[in-house]
């Protein structure tokens, strides 16, 4: 797997749109961006995940750049709810997933 | 998403005996399970990767004669702490993983966790 690095923390006010980034310059051509995130005592929830192309779904929007060495995970209108540990992982998918320690994300109200 | 299940979700046991956790996937088959474990304020970690049918594969440093993992069939993987010392408490999850039903990327989804502690 490609290192990520992430910021430890981040706080957001609820109602706005919370913009994690997440840096993979050693990315491999065929290795994904998944985003995953932990609320507290939970098992860690599935987001996204894309390859070349920006990404949306019902959950949040993945822009990774051009050159793929970092992308943005966007929570377009973050409640108290989102309140989680969010890892930003490169793999080629098929293998292990190896965690980091990710951004931890506190939304406020 | 697909569903991960996991079950007990808490277990207390006391020094030396033997705990069981079970994983399922409920609507779809794994090719592939994996069983992490995460002690408080730190990330996951993960332990071993189990195909159907196949021996487990461990992480360094995993005693795999400790942590029994079986893994019978596409929905089901079980791992068993053997001899359970305090030092064991922590969370254990598992995940499941399969192909996209496009066939272009792998999905993998995570267990509600389990919760062991060792008195």
């Known amino acids: 797997d490609a290192k990520t690095t992430q910021p430890t923390s981040m706080d957001c006010a609820e109602g706005r749109a919370a913009n994690l980034p997440c840096n993979h310059s050693t990315i491999s051509g065929n290795e994904y961006v998944y985003w995953y995130r932990q609320i507290h005592s939970q098992g860690p929830q599935y987001i996204i995940h894309?390859?070349?192309n920006n990404e949306t779904n019902e959950m949040a929007s993945l822009i990774i750049t051009e050159d793929r060495k970092s992308s943005t995970l966007i929570l377009p209108h973050a409640t108290l709810r989102d309140t989680a540990v969010y890892y930003c992982?490169?793999?080629?998918?098929?293998?292990?997933?190896?965690f980091g320690a990710g951004t931890r994300l506190f939304v406020k109200a | 998403g697909a569903v991960v299940s996991q079950h007990p979700s808490r277990v207390i046991c006391k020094s030396g005996t033997s705990v069981k956790i079970e994983c399922r996937s409920l609507?779809?088959?794994?090719?592939?399970m994996f069983w992490y474990r995460q002690f408080p304020k730190q990330s996951l970690m993960l332990m071993a990767t189990?195909?159907?049918?196949?021996?487990?594969?461990?992480e360094q440093g995993v005693e795999k004669d400790k942590f029994l993992i079986n893994h019978a069939s596409l929905t089901l993987s079980t791992l068993t702490v053997t001899s359970a010392h305090p030092e064991d408490s922590s969370f254990y999850i598992c995940s499941a993983s399969f192909i996209s039903r496009a066939g272009a990327s792998y999905e993998q989804y995570f267990g509600p966790g389990t919760r062991l502690t060792v008195t």
């Open positions: 894309g390859l070349k």
């Open positions: 609507d779809f088959q794994a090719t592939t």
């Open positions: 189990s195909n159907e049918g196949s021996k487990a594969t461990y």
């Open positions: 992982i490169a793999n080629t998918g098929g293998f292990k997933t190896i």
